[in-house]
Each structure stands twice: as C-alpha cells, then as structure tokens.
C-alpha cells in the first residue's frame, strides 16, 4: 500500500527536493511494473512541485521517444530524435534547460500554455532510453537546483527502473 507523501510546503524548492528523493526511491526501488514506478514519480513530483505539465518519453526503439505516463494536459505523442526539446536531448545525452519556449529553435508546440521547460535525459549503461520532460506555465522557472536534483532523480529512475 502506498504511503503519503511528505514534503514541506511552505519550503524552498532544495528542501522540496530533499524531502522527494527519497520517497522516490524507496517507491520504485522494489516495484518490478516500470509503468507504475514512473507513474508514481510523476505523481510525486506533480503533487510537490505543482508544474504545468509533467511527464516521461520512453525510447521503444526506432527515431523515436513514445509518450508514456504523465500529469497535464493533452501531450505529443511521439517525437523523433533531434526535434524539439526532448529529441535534442535524446540526441546530445544532457539535461536542457529552456527558459522561453518560444525561443528555442524547432520548439514543438504540444501546448500554448507552456512557457518554460526542463528535458532530463533517462541515461542506462551510456544510452537514452528515455527523458524526464517538465513544463512550466511561467517563464524562466528551472534552474541549476532543478538540473541537479532531477539528475539525481533520473539516477534513481534508470537505477530501478531500467
């Protein structure tokens, strides 16, 4: 049976973070049904974080990432390596950070409600198998905090999961 998640509230994004982590991986450290491990993250991160859109792109082989469990709305279906945010990832294997949407070069537009993203690659023994795609409704709202601890829960991710 799932446990409540406990995060502070009222606290800064770091401490909402290091309250996360470890409830994410104590979730998906047993759980042998990958689907349910990523709907579980996205819930937790979704419920702590409360950003527009928050979801996984799995790599199922062939050009392209395949949707997979998320919270928002309405999302892309599919999207081929090297296009948009999400491709670009795939294809250079690192964490982006866009603070204007609108800006990036061969942006896909899923919703005009986003303004500004994070892509963290979802790395298993040196390959993309998948990235962890947020989107926020304000602009300029990811930084270097969200990098790192996203990161470290994409870690956790492929460590369990993959």
Known sequence: MAENLFFPKDGCKAD???AIIPQ???????ETDRT????????????????????FYIHKGGDELVLNVFQGPLACS???RGKGV????????????????ELFDGHI?????????????????GVVVGVLDIDSDSYATFDSIDRDYL????????????
């Open 16 to 18: 909402i973070y290091e």
């Open 24 to 30: 994410i991986s104590a979730l998906t450290l047993h």
């Open 36 to 55: 349910a491990s990523l709907a579980n993250v996205v819930a937790i991160l979704k419920e702590a974080l409360n950003h527009f859109w928050i979801g």
């Open 78 to 80: 599919r999207i081929r």
């Open 86 to 101: 999400c491709g670009a990832v795939w294809s250079k294997a690192e964490t982006i950070i866009v603070d204007d949407v």
């Open 109 to 125: 537009a899923c919703s005009t409600t986003s303004k500004s993203e994070i892509v963290v690659p979802l790395i298993n023994k």
């Open 151 to 162: 990161e470290a829960i994409s870690k956790i991710i492929t460590d369990n999961c993959f």
